[in-house]
């Protein structure tokens, strides 16, 4: 059988993957189409590309946008697609970490919110994905395969033990969708787990009034750490004696939460009602 497209440029360019960069390269041509059909693309859309790799869902970007930014933090990847691969003129290959990269100076060079795609390594996917979902005024959507793990957070509901932080914070900034199941076998090297592309459509505001974003990831974070213990117990390290007991009790029950339950079965009301009350009386204490 004839070694075609991303499998030829492997064994080509004598490509390894590096584990330490958690490369695991879409080898399986379909799979660029899929994914590209979920995108919704428009010959004005500018897009930024997480992990550009050997280029094969990039090309396929650039025949329908304005233009595509591709980041790619691998020096050597990085140096074959600028002189081996990409031809395109409305590709800009950046060797950068996605996680520094100015999102927001880029969509207003563009002069519109970004649609962002990606493949991205088990390591960064929450960093990244929590930094993104930040910035709502840079970026319209985004696309991103995770592994099953992540994307299982992601869209988990509450009571699910993979409810938790990423899953709390993800709804409360954008609309999520799962698009696409991937196998393993779509991948060289062959990874120990499937993967599923998940789809953001992000919000104009937060999906509910939070009047202080920073302390609620603090709220869902701490309780999150203790989320076998019973919300009257996982509170106090939490409040740590600037309210009383008996003022988190009553909180408790003025936004009608059970003590006597598990962080991972409040929802993202309870969460946000939890953390607004809260904020506002520490906020007294502190003046």
């Known amino acids: 059988m004839e070694v075609t497209g991303q499998k030829k440029l492997i064994q080509n360019f004598f ?3 590096r584990k330490s960069l958690g490369q695991h390269f879409l080898v399986q041509e379909e799979i660029f189409d ?3 059909e979920h995108c919704n693309l428009t010959s004005d859309d500018v897009v930024v590309e997480i992990g550009a790799g050997l280029g094969g869902l990039t090309t396929r970007l650039a025949k329908q946008v304005k233009m595509v930014l591709a980041i790619e933090k691998d020096g050597n990847l990085v140096n074959l697609l600028r002189t081996k691969i990409i031809k395109n003129k409305n590709i800009k290959i950046i060797h950068q970490d996605a996680l520094i990269f100015d999102y927001h100076q880029a969509a207003q060079e563009a002069g519109k919110p970004l649609k962002v ?4 390594p088990f390591f ?13 005024e840079a970026i319209e ?19 699910n033990k993979n409810y938790g932080l990423l899953t709390v914070i993800a709804n409360l900034y954008a609309d999520l969708k799962p698009i696409l199941a991937v196998g393993k076998e779509a991948f060289y090297p062959r990874p120990k787990v499937d993967s599923k592309v998940i789809k953001f ?17 603090l709220v869902v974070k701490s309780l999150f750490a203790q989320r076998r213990k019973k919300l009257r117990n996982a509170i106090r390290t939490l409040i740590n004696n600037k309210v009383s007991l008996e003022f988190a009790e009553r909180i408790f029950a003025e936004i009608t939460i059970n003590p006597d339950q598990r962080p991972e079965m409040l ?3 309870k969460f946000v009602g939890l953390s607004n009350r809260l904020f506002e009386e520490l906020k007294f204490v502190r003046g």
């Open 124 to 136: 960064i996917a929450s960093p990244i994905t929590f930094k993104l979902l930040r910035k709502r």
């Open 15 to 17: 490509v390894k993957p």
């Open 267 to 269: 929802t993202l009301e």
């Open 141 to 159: 959507t985004m696309i991103f395969m995770y592994q099953k793990e992540v994307a299982e957070r992601l869209v988990a509901l509450p009571g």
């Open 201 to 217: 459509d992000l919000l104009p505001q937060p999906r509910l009034a939070v009047k202080n974003e920073e302390f609620l990831l």
């Open 34 to 36: 899929k994914i590209i």
């Open 117 to 120: 795609i990606g493949n991205l």
